[in-house]
């Protein structure tokens, strides 16, 4: 009975579609999850994935409730710490920093990076010539990067408030996490500059590695207990122009596979 109090209390199932509202979804499968680095006693021991009928999203049949998501954030995250694996981060987020500089036209400016984790994006960022501020809910990682006296902040982006406004927002592996999609790119385009961009990276399952790794039985995103969301490429963009900013730019992740790097512009 416990673990079964403790289920309800820790995820919420999904009523309507969390990007469109429709009520009607197809059945995409059950995968288990007992082996996530983040599972422990009481969480579920499957994820059931649904696909929207009308509007195609695929998502999970329920999110965490914030007693779900403390659960998870308590484990460690090795990948995710300040440092990990500097050279090759600096090297990868470089590439993103000049695509968006490249963009922009200009290596000033203000920049919010959204659940920074490694720090990676963030610090080169910063080194780049951007005014640098990050957010994520790791103590871990918000201890480590005060540590060498970068601007960070142990907070959730939809209670952050900044009245001067970012010319750049990055959401790098951090959309597919959030319960309710539409609600953070609703608060990026109030914290965001007229024209400003943001930058979103998450797994795209409408590319062919997925299927590659989906035919091999290899595709790790199924089993992600963090993830409440599956993007393809085409209903991001729409979800992006729904929310008021247009896609100007698409890549590949060096960092994730299958992973997806889009930038849009706040219109
Ligand atoms: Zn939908």
Redesign the pocket.
């Given at each position: 009975m416990e673990v079964l109090r403790q289920a309800e209390t820790l995820r919420v199932a999904y009523e309507t579609?969390p990007?469109?509202?429709?009520r009607s979804f197809v059945p995409l499968g059950e995968t288990a999850c007992k082996a996530h680095r983040a599972w422990t006693e009481g969480l579920p021991e499957k994820l059931t994935w649904l696909g929207?009928k009308?509007?195609?999203?695929v998502f999970t049949d329920a999110y965490w409730t914030d007693e779900g998501l403390a659960r998870l954030l308590a484990t460690p995250h090795g990948h995710q710490t300040p440092g990990h694996d500097v050279e090759a981060a600096r090297s990868a987020s470089a590439v993103v920093v000049e695509r968006i500089a490249n963009l922009r036209g200009s290596l000033a400016g203000r920049w919010l990076d959204v659940g920074f984790g490694d720090g990676s994006l963030l610090t080169t960022a910063d080194e780049f010539g951007y005014e640098t501020v990050g957010l994520d809910l790791r103590e871990v990682c918000v201890r480590g990067m005060r540590g060498f006296g970068y601007a960070v902040e142990k907070q959730s982006l939809l209670e952050f408030h900044d009245a001067r406004g970012f010319d750049v927002i990055s959401l790098c592996d951090v959309l597919e996490h959030m319960p309710f999609p539409k609600q953070a790119l609703h608060q990026v385009k109030r914290l965001i500059a007229p024209h400003g961009l943001v930058l979103v990276t998450c797994p795209n399952v409408d590319c062919f590695a997925w299927k590659w790794l989906d035919e091999r039985g290899q595709n790790p995103y199924w089993a992600e207990l963090e993830h409440h969301h599956n993007f393809g490429r085409a209903r991001l963009y729409e979800l992006l122009s729904e929310c008021g900013f247009e896609p100007v730019s698409y890549a590949a992740s060096r960092r994730l596979h299958a992973g997806m790097e889009v930038i849009a512009r706040r219109r």
């Open positions: 579609c990007l469109c509202e429709g929207c009308a509007c195609g999203h």
